[in-house]
């Protein structure tokens, strides 16, 4: 797990009355191991007869939901779901713009939301040759009780940053230990007391979640799953 800080823009200035103002920007960075790979695709059928087509793609998507249906009961899937199955129709060209019979495609979303990383590389690797399924994509996650348990250490990271950049600036100004004024999320704090801020509001804008992303496909065996990164940004306004 990383942690860190930041070396952000901040500003010193003098209100009306004499007093030092200091305005700086705190942020703090967790990185965590990702708890949940979450898998995405899509199952379906395409042809030139639409029943023929739609049959197909019942009989697949209804395979994929048994094999969840045990992923979920064996606690290697702590979630999925199957979206209903749709089916458009276009007229293709070929090379010479002549008009092609009509084609069908009939296709379902599926998600699904692996805790063992193992099922989930071999699932994702059988997939991706099967035929009438398409891993579209895999994503890294927390649990939502981590990701809520996180955003408060996080948060009061960014303050503590805040408060010691203030407390470093106003010892090199050679001023006394700076008193809060105000905190805020980027770009809320108001321009009191006549200073002006010049914190750039993209410097951060609340927690962030990231995560890098692996394709699926069939060659895909093992996937190294990428930690997830938390931040959180805070302005803060000191008098000293």
Known sequence: MGIGGSTGPASVAPDRLG??????????????????????????AEGGDRGTVARQATSTTESLRHQLVELEENGAATWFSVGALTTRAWRPYNSDGTVMPIRYRTSSPITVKFADFSALS???????????????????????????????EVLAGAVRDAT????????????????????????????????????DDDYGHGVRMMSAMSRGGSEAVELSPADITVRESVHARFEA
């Open 164 to 199: 010691h950049r203030a407390e470093v600036l106003a010892r090199a100004a050679g001023l006394p230990a700076p008193r809060i004024l105000a905190i805020a999320d980027p770009g809320l704090l108001s321009e009191a007391s006549g200073a002006r801020s010049e914190i």
């Open 19 to 44: 007093h030092m103002i200091i305005t700086v920007a705190g942020t703090f960075t967790l990185d965590l191991p990702a708890e949940r790979g979450i898998v995405t695709l899509t199952s379906g």
């Open 122 to 152: 071999g699932s994702a690797t059988t997939w991706a040759e099967t035929a009438g399924l398409t891993v579209d994509d895999v994503t890294w996650a927390l649990t939502e009780k981590t990701r809520d348990q996180m955003a408060d």
